[in-house]
C-alpha cells in the first residue's frame, strides 16, 4: 500500500486505487473551479492528468484559483498548475497545455476517459461537449459560480433540473438546438448577487464576476466527486452507492 493513496484505498480498496491510478482524464479551464478540480482529483490517486489553459497567473486570481502565489504570476496557469501537481504525485502523469480549446483547436484535447469542462465561454464549452459526446467521452461541465457566496447552493445535477441561472438557460437552448437533452453538471440554485464592475471585461464577455475562494472551490471538488466515483462505477444519477 503506497502512503500517498494510503487514507483513500482504507476507504475505497485497493481494487479501486489500481484502477484511478491507470485513468486520464482532461481539466479543460483552470480557474477557480478546473484548479480545484483538478488538485482534487491528482489527489485522489488519478494517474495522468491533461490541464488544458491559454490564460497566465494574474494577481487577480490569487483570491480563488489554487495554482496562483505570487511566485507563479506571470507564468502559465497550465505550467503552474502541473509543477504543483508534479510535486503532489511524482509518480502521476501530468501534461501541461497551453492553449485555449476551441472548435479550431480542437486536437489539443487528448483521449482520455473523463473531461471535466471549467470553461467560462459559452461557444467554446458547447464544442468541448459536443466534441466529448461524439467521441463517447463522459464529461460534467461546470456552470456559473461567479457573483454567488452560498457553496451550499451548488449540487450535481442534470442540466435540464437547472434554473434561475442565465448561463444555464443559454448552455440548455444551444444544447437543444444541438439534439442533446442530458449533461451533468455542477450548479448553483443560489441567485446572483450584484457586483460592482472594476474590471474592465476581456474579449467576449460583458463583465467581469465577483468571486469568493469557496464557492468554485467548492465546485471544483464536486466535480472531482463525481468524476473519481463514476470512474470506479460508484454513482449514477447523483446517487453515491459507496
Known sequence: MAERTKRTEMLLGADAVARL??????????????SWCAEALCRAGIGRLTLIDSDTVDESNLNRQL?????????????????????????ADISAVQARYSAENREILPGCDYIADCIDLVSCKLDLIMTAISRGTPVISALGTGNKLDAQ??????????????????LRRELRVRGIDHLDVVFSSEPAHRCEQSETPPPGRRSVPGSVPWVPAAAGLLMSQHITLRLLDKGGDGVYNI
Open 21 to 34: 491510478g491507470s485513468a486520464h482524464v482532461a481539466v479543460v479551464g483552470l480557474g477557480g473551479v478546473g
Open 67 to 91: 495554482g496562483a502565489l505570487h511566485s507563479t504570476i506571470g507564468l502559465p496557469k497550465a505550467g503552474a498548475l502541473a509543477a504543483r501537481l508534479r510535486d503532489i504525485a511524482p509518480d
Open 153 to 170: 447552493g451548488l449540487c450535481i445535477t442534470d442540466i435540464q433540473k437547472t434554473f434561475g441561472c442565465p448561463f444555464a438557460r443559454v
